[in-house]
Nanobody, 119 residues
Framework: QVQLSESGGGLVQAGGSLRLSCAAS????????MGWYRQAPGKERELVAT???????NYADSVKGRFTISRDNAKKTVYLQMNSPKPEDTAVYYC?????????????WGQGTQVTVSS
């Protein structure tokens, strides 16, 4: 069974910084794309950033230049460095991983971590 455990959420002032972490555990053969999505109250879940196993990244236009996604393949961990956050970045942030196990390949999600940006 694969689990994704997120940490690092909380309250941050606009213009500050925050780093989210997400570690995968379980009987994992390989991890393909990892990423972060977010969902604000009353809105649909949206992509924030993704990173492939080779390190190629993709960002939502709204966070380009402010957020940086990275990963440590040995630790099966993905990070999201949030610099200069804005109040509109307030949301529950969900970790995502496309995981291959011995008998399947599918998407897994973390439980979500709240990020609140105060003005």
């Amino acid at each position: 069974q694969v689990q994704l455990s997120e940490s690092g959420g909380g309250l941050v002032q606009a213009g500050g910084s925050l780093r989210l972490s997400c570690a995968a555990s379980g009987l994992i053969f390989s991890i393909n794309t990892m990423g972060w999505y977010r969902q604000a109250p009353g809105k649909e879940r949206e992509l924030v950033a993704t990173i492939t196993s080779g390190g190629s990244t993709n960002y939502a236009d709204s966070v380009k230049g402010r957020f940086t996604i990275s990963r440590d393949n040995a630790k099966k961990t993905v990070y999201l460095q949030m610099n200069s956050p804005k109040p509109e970045d307030t949301a529950v942030y969900y970790c995502y991983a496309d995981v291959t196990t011995i008998d399947s390949r599918r998407a897994h999600w973390g439980q979500g971590t709240q990020v609140t940006v105060s003005s």
